[in-house]
């Protein structure tokens, strides 16, 4: 996935948490189902945040982005904001 493409996932991950939050205003998601959707976009956002700062990293040292993996849900869910 190239840096591109991380930030079009980022935009509908984002869009996505925009669309929930007003659903939840609205009264039109249960808020259990919108809290438990909400913590797998915002570990998704972690994800590519994360993914995109390893690629940098690749970069400044001189490798190929391409070399970058992704960390998994749970290690970004564990990060300190």
């Known amino acids: 996935m190239d840096d591109k493409a991380i930030f079009t996932q980022i935009n509908a991950l984002v869009a996505e948490e925009h669309d929930l939050r007003a659903k939840r205003a609205a009264g039109a998601i249960d808020p259990d189902e919108e809290l438990a959707r909400l913590r797998h976009v915002e570990a998704s956002l972690d994800q590519c945040w994360d993914l995109l700062r390893r690629r ?18 749970t290690q970004v869910e564990g990060y300190v904001q």
Not at 56 to 73: T, W, Y
């Open 56 to 73: 940098d990293a690749l970069r400044a040292a001189g490798r190929d982005p391409v070399e970058a993996k992704p960390a998994s849900l």
